[in-house]
T-cell receptor
Framework: KAGVTQTPRYLIKTRGQQVTLSCSPI?????VSWYQQTPGQGLQFLFE???????NKGNFPGRFSGRQFSNSRSEMNVSTLELGDSALYLC?????????????FGPGTRLTVL | GESVGLHLPTLSVQEGDNSIINCAYS??????FIWYKQESGKGPQFIID?????DKRQGQRVTVLLNKTVKHLSLQIAATQPGDSAVYFC????????????FGKGTKLSVIP
């Protein structure tokens, strides 16, 4: 079974631009979570989707948004990019809920904001 | 202000020795705990999990111990190998009804050949 895939793997943007990242979960998984990983803050939860509904959102500004499609694929969007948004963005999927069954991570998208 | 990077605790072990990585979790309501391994340039990889109705669980070369009294989790790796070199994270679920995992800051394991 294929793992979680994320595209693109690397992105370079400039301040003020916006970016969209994509995540395809493991087949059969309906929950998708997004995390931001930085050297300063570690792994921080962004949001979680299940059956196209956002069930939980982390403490991030409204510039960070996401959505999930009927095939469980998910996208996250960051508008008006800031230098501090440079990070590894990780997507994870699981069958039902990340808090009751195993969550599997993708390789991440490395975003650099110049 | 200036961004300060995380100063990850580092554990250096000799190849073949056993490793013990510790984690203190924060939420007494958490009832599901997971250990992940992250190698450089890759996403976190699931190692082992444990639910709060257990205090020990064993996998292949790994054992997780849970002490709910002091909110402490540990990961034991037997016969540590160079391929075990990575950053290890513990995560907790925050209890029933939560939909997010909270991750610890991580411990860097370096295996000396």
């Amino acid at each position: 079974k294929a793992g979680v895939t994320q595209t693109p793997r690397y992105l370079i943007k400039t301040r003020g631009q916006q970016v969209t990242l994509s995540c395809s979960p493991i087949s059969g998984h309906r929950s998708v979570s997004w995390y931001q990983q930085t050297p300063g803050q570690g792994l921080q939860f962004l949001f979680e989707y299940f059956s196209e509904t956002q069930r939980n959102k982390g403490n991030f500004p409204g510039r960070f948004s996401g959505r999930q499609f009927s095939n469980s694929r998910s996208e996250m969007n960051v508008s008006t990019l800031e230098l501090g948004d440079s990070a590894l963005y990780l997507c994870a999927s699981n069958v039902g809920a990340p808090t009751t069954d195993t969550q599997y991570f993708g390789p991440g998208t490395r975003l650099t904001v110049l | 202000g200036e961004s300060v990077g995380l100063h990850l605790p580092t554990l250096s072990v000799q190849e073949g020795d056993n490793s013990i990585i510790n984690c203190a979790y924060s939420n007494s309501a958490s009832d599901y705990f997971i250990w992940y391994k992250q190698e450089s340039g890759k996403g976190p990889q699931f190692i082992i999990d444990i639910r709060s109705n257990m205090d020990k669980r064993q996998g292949q070369r790994v054992t997780v111990l849970l002490n709910k009294t002091v909110k402490h989790l540990s990961l034991q790796i037997a016969a540590t190998q160079p391929g075990d070199s990575a950053v290890y994270f513990c995560a907790e679920n925050g209890g029933a009804g939560s939909y997010q995992l909270t991750f610890g800051k991580g411990t860097k394991l370096s295996v000396i050949p």
